[in-house]
């Protein structure tokens, strides 16, 4: 993150000016590169830092003081279960973790710790990584993808940058602008769009640490902030909380979108709502102009950023033409450097021509329009989450009530989806929500992958062969949840 700490160090000699505004108030360049050299003495040069990324000051701090150092930013959710953080540590092998004292104490990062940040702690390691590792590498991201397990999406500062850019293009902002990040800054396309974003237009990042409509909106208003980017649920609940007539335009991707739900979502607010498509591992590569029609705009997913390519393709491999409807696949200057695997940068898998299969299937017109079909494989998105059907059948097949049990989706206004299990009873009796839900708390799966209805059958749809029938599993669990049979 050297080249944007440089500008934004440039700008701040010049003339200092509030770069944060967040819950504890404003937080001038100034201020911020103070802390962030403070802490960049502690993490040392070069180092790779795994970061809890919380939406305030310190995590902005993070990235100054790794763009100072020459060192690599991975961020961590504070909700990051002892295992989970277990793994994505396998991965990543940080030389120092930056938390929360009771982060650092849940986690047990081993390591002598020092205090920054206002009352957080450092523990670093004694013998550290070469630093050469990431091959380029500046920014790590934990993704949800469809494996169950976190990935770590690493990304160079050139894709970084060439993915504001184009945003900040499309999105007419200017330099000083204010941006807003609502979404948290523990993942990729909320640090690049949010932190990153900001410290490239050197204007007031805008944040809040809790989501709560009303209170974001007023903020939206009180900073006079111009952009902002969030999931399709928070822009429903936005919109149902009141207007936000400054801000010039609002980018919603990461999950199941409904184009009238959208205008009536961008009436309320008084705005520009932008349907884009994108994911950590090619950073936001389509969106729509604020300029272009509402039809365009809010019914389909933009189109390609300058340089970006998108296609479908055939089961077989071959490229399909506009109106066919295949599997996506992308490459452009935004596209991952690889997945962090024991500590190094393992390449991604792309076609001989350099695309990457995203997973998604994907239509196009002839002039180059998206449109987002759905999914390959069996992920649950709600309110912008990516949840893996298979991860939660695996936890929740060691339960001894259950017979056979699958995990589908149900249909949602507001999260898009949510997620609901299809049981057989091992004995006929009832199941409820909270005997599955105290199982799968014991079994340590992560509460934000628990389902959220139970509905028991005789038994589970199958097809001719007697496999799973899932599309068969979905329609039962839609209708038990609408009472439609």
């Known amino acids: 993150m050297k080249d944007v700490v440089q500008s934004f160090r440039k700008r701040a000699e010049q003339a200092d000016f509030v770069a944060v505004v967040d819950d504890s108030g404003e937080h001038t360049a100034r201020r911020l590169l103070a802390d962030a050299e403070a802490l960049a003495e502690v993490l040392g040069p070069r180092a790779t830092a795994l970061v809890q990324a919380d939406n305030t000051w310190r995590t902005v701090v993070a990235a100054l003081a790794t763009g100072l150092t020459g060192g690599v930013l991975a ?205 950590s591992e090619c950073l936001g590569h389509t969106s729509p102009s604020p300029a272009e029609p509402a039809g365009i705009r809010l019914g389909h997913d933009g189109r390609p950023f300058p340089g970006t390519e998108v296609r479908a393709v055939s089961p077989e491999g071959d490229v399909l033409g506009p109106g066919e409807t295949g599997r996506a696949q992308v490459r452009g200057p935004s596209l991952f450097l690889g997945y962090a695997r024991r500590g190094r940068v393992e390449a991604p898998e792309l076609t001989d021509d350099g695309f990457f299969p995203t997973g998604d299937l994907v239509v196009s017109d002839v002039d180059g329009l998206i449109t987002i079909m759905g999914r390959e494989k069996d992920v649950i998105i709600r309110g912008g989450r990516n949840i893996d059907v298979t991860e939660i059948e695996r936890a929740v097949a060691g339960y001894e009530r259950l017979a056979h049990a699958c995990v589908v989706p149900v249909r949602d206004d507001v999260l898009g989806e949510r997620v609901a299990l299809l049981a057989v009873s091992r004995d006929g009796s009832p199941v409820e929500l909270a005997d599955v839900t105290g199982y799968l708390r014991a079994a340590g799966l992560s509460k934000t992958k628990w389902p959220e209805f139970v509905y028991l059958v005789d038994a589970l749809p199958q097809t001719k062969v007697g496999k799973l029938d899932r599309a068969g599993a979905r329609e039962v669990a839609e209708g038990r949840h609408t009472g439609v049979s």
């Open 75 to 279: 961020v961590v959710n504070r909700h990051t279960t002892r295992a989970e953080f277990a793994a994505a540590c396998d991965d990543i092998r940080p030389d120092v973790v930056v938390a929360e004292p009771s982060a650092v104490d849940e986690w047990d990062f081993p390591g002598a710790a020092r205090t920054v940040l206002g009352g957080w702690v450092a523990r670093s390691t004694v013998d550290r990584e070469d630093p050469a590792r990431w091959n380029g590498g500046v920014f790590i991201g934990l993704t949800s993808g469809s494996t169950g397990r976190a990935k770590g999406v690493v990304q160079s500062e050139a894709a970084l940058h060439y993915a504001c850019a184009c945003t900040i293009e499309i999105n007419g902002l200017r330099p000083g602008d204010a941006v807003a990040a609502i979404v948290p800054l523990s993942s990729t396309a909320a640090f690049c769009f949010g932190v990153y974003c900001s410290l490239v237009l050197g204007g007031p990042l805008v944040l809040t640490a809790k989501w709560d409509p009303p209170a974001v909106l007023a903020r939206l208003a009180e900073t006079e902030a111009r952009w902002t980017m969030c999931v399709p649920t928070m822009a429903l609940q936005l919109a149902a909380a009141g207007a936000a007539p400054g801000v010039r335009s609002i980018t919603v991707g990461g999950g199941p979108m409904d184009q009238l739900a959208l205008t009536r979502a961008e009436t309320a607010l008084e705005t520009k709502i932008l349907r884009v498509f994108g994911m």
